[in-house]
T-cell receptor, first 117, second 111 residues
Framework: NAGVMQNPRHLVRRRGQEARLRCSPMKGHSHVYWYRQLPEEGLKFMVYLQKENIIDESGMPKERFSAEFPKEGPSILRIQQVVRGDSAAYFC???????????????FGPGTRLTVL | DQQVKQNSPSLSVQEGRISILNCDYTNSMFDYFLWYKKYPAEGPTFLISISSIKDKNEDGRFTVFLNKSAKHLSLHIVPSQPGDSAVYFCAAHRGGDKVIFGPGTSLSVIP
């Protein structure tokens, strides 16, 4: 029973390049969440998606960041024109039910560590 | 504005003793609280949760206590084991809204 998969585990980019982070949710899960963890900080919510829909992107920077969860394939978090401040661990989580119910247990992937040179 | 706070960045406890991790929150509308545990280079894993209608939930060595009037919850680990050494995140949400995480407390259990 595979858990949440994220790839790549480590990603190095130069300033101005694009970063693409992928997340495959657990089997049977149709809700995906992306979080960012900066050094010495906790997890910051970025975006919540269902298949083909963005439900809540209130934590996503307005520029350069985008996310999608297509009908087929993994969820993608894209960061365009990366800057040094984007260096962080990006975690994806999935759940069977969404935040419309009271209890929302999320299962996390191992994270992608992005380093911007 | 941090809605979920964990004021102790780190905690050291002797093996076999009790570990108490604390968490405070500011949003009285939260109705579910969760604790996640995270090892280095891994994603957080769910540990235990509590609904706002309860004041205690126990699962093996782990017990979470909720004091709604003080907007405070705590995680007790008894007895502490070296394998419990990890970062513990307190999290909260209101049904229909996103999960808010605290900054984490790093627990070291000394053999």
């Amino acid at each position: 029973n595979a858990g949440v998969m994220q790839n790549p585990r480590h990603l190095v980019r130069r300033r101005g390049q694009e970063a693409r982070l992928r997340c495959s949710p657990m089997k049977g899960h149709s809700h995906v969440y992306w979080y960012r963890q900066l050094p010495e900080e906790g997890l910051k919510f970025m975006v919540y998606l269902q298949k083909e829909n963005i439900i809540d992107e209130s934590g996503m920077p307005k520029e350069r960041f985008s996310a999608e969860f297509p009908k087929e394939g993994p969820s993608i978090l894209r960061i365009q024109q990366v800057v040094r401040g984007d260096s962080a661990a990006y975690f994806c989580a999935s759940s069977r039910v969404g935040t419309s119910v009271s209890y929302n247990e999320q299962f996390f992937g191992p994270g992608t560590r992005l380093t911007v040179l | 504005d941090q809605q979920v706070k964990q004021n102790s960045p780190s905690l050291s406890v002797q093996e076999g003793r009790i570990s108490i991790l604390n968490c405070d929150y500011t949003n009285s509308m939260f109705d579910y609280f969760l604790w996640y545990k995270k090892y280095p280079a891994e994603g957080p894993t769910f540990l235990i949760s509590i609904s706002s209608i309860k004041d205690k939930n126990e699962d093996g060595r782990f017990t979470v206590f909720l004091n709604k009037s003080a907007k405070h919850l705590s995680l007790h680990i008894v007895p502490s084991q070296p394998g419990d050494s990890a970062v513990y995140f307190c999290a909260a949400h209101r049904g229909g809204d996103k999960v808010i995480f605290g900054p984490g407390t790093s627990l070291s259990v000394i053999p």
